[in-house]
């Protein structure tokens, strides 16, 4: 599939006319116009004295004279901090609420990543008592509502989700969550609301937007959205709460909340290191009056202290390059990309029979379990595993310390793919090495591929002399055991289907490592 052309113009006016966040400098906490004094000190507990630049640029539109008047897009690198960009102010404006209820709602594509964000607000926002909730399914749906919701009656065992209502209010002023899970709460909740969100934030916005996942973008919006009944609602309510009825009143029309207007209206935050530019998508979020944040002139941008290289190879030979790439790196933590789940897996089982390779490897791709890929990310972050073969849909936004180096084993079609991969090194302003291995017959595409980026030329890498020949007797044993190994897959995965015709259970514990909905995997592809 080709990837559509990249336009030299966004279509859209309001993209022609960025703020260039390029402009911005750091910004030391103690110079941050109007920062609260107890976010300063849970900002010095966790290491940050500055702001970086994206994180200003967005402080200067929230906090600062921009005070949220528009709804923001922000396309900054990967690794700039785009995070804590927009948790801090979120954060900074919730500190004053006095009421709980639900008034900032943050949307990742990926339960990890959602962790991950949560993290950042839960080390700022009690600071300033604010609480932050998850929903991404990592518990059961019983212990996520509990959090979430407040029941009253529930500790003494007397509420009674049938009987007359009673107020039911969100326990958490932030949420952090998936969309499949958010409609979960939507749906099914008694309690959940959304009616009094101040804000939304869709990180990873593109990814998010080009799945459905079962219309959660137009349910929010709806459940936000302002109507004129909505400005006299509250005057019908019967005032439900002891602390007397909440209500948020939001205007009808282009200028609710714009230009010194006090009725709240949901701003909106888009955030992404390759914000789309297509109209048709943009449009779905509803953007009120949006402001456009974006760094230097090129609509792609790499981390700036990356460095990259190529390695070229006969395809059937790139496992062993790799392997000999993997023991020049020396242990160094290091993630792996492949094409697909199934050569993820391949190749980790591969890399696993190479006899006196001196490092952990594992693979972390959608083919897992949730919970084995948690454990796999958990024993990465701590240093357990050094090398992580993984696909692409699920690392995207990863925060690993320590990740020096990338690797694609499997050239990635899109400029976008390879943003996305390379940015899991030389993050913050760190550096990073990223290796891609290549057939000669890849090597033109790769150069224009990198051309859309910032247009630097990739070096080629030489592995020490006799590496690659001191491995390949290993290699082709390893390809030995990976043929055993995949035959047996393959026979437990025939077997487990003839019996779950008998017992869907069987089936369920059977796919409880891997998911074998697919075929087997083809041994001829590991090389490929
Ligand atoms: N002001 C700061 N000072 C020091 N470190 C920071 C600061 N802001 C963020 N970081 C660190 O920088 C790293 C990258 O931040 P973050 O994950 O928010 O980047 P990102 O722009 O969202 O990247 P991606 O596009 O890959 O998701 C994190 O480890 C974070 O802790």
Redesign the pocket.
Known sequence: MEEPKQKSMPTLPWMRSPIDVSQFD?CPLNLLPRLDPRLEEA?KN???????P??FAVWQETIGPGAFERDLCVN??????????YALPIVQMLSNCTLKCLRALVVLPTRD?AL??KE?FAAIAPAVGLRVGLAVGQSSVADEISELVNRPNLEVGIYDPEGPPVELQTSVDILVATPGRLMDHINTTKGFTLEHLRYLVV??TDRLLREAYQSWLPTVLHMTHSTEQGMYAHERKPCRSMLGSLNTIRRFGVERGFKGKTHPRLVKMI???TLTQDPSKLSQLDLHHPLFLTTGARRYRLPEKLESYQLICESKLKPLYLAALLQDIGGEKCIVFTSSVDSTHRLSTLLNSFDGLPFKISEYSGLQRQSIRSKTLKAFRAGEIQVLVASDAMT????V?GVSNVINYDMPAYIKTYI?RV??TA???RTGRCFTILRKDEVKRFKKCLQKADGKDCSSYSLPAGSVEALRVIYYSALEKLKESVESEASRWRSARSKSVQSRKTKEDVNSTYNYSATPWELEDVAK
Not at 46 to 52: C, E, N
Not at 396 to 399: F, I, K, L, S, T
């Open positions: 750091h900002l966790i290491g940050i004295d500055s702001l970086f994206v994180q900054s690198p990967t690794g700039s901090g785009k995070t804590l960009a990543l991950q964000v950042v990180d990873e955030l992404s290191a995207r936004g990863m925060d310390e996305h940015g899991r993050r913050a302003g």
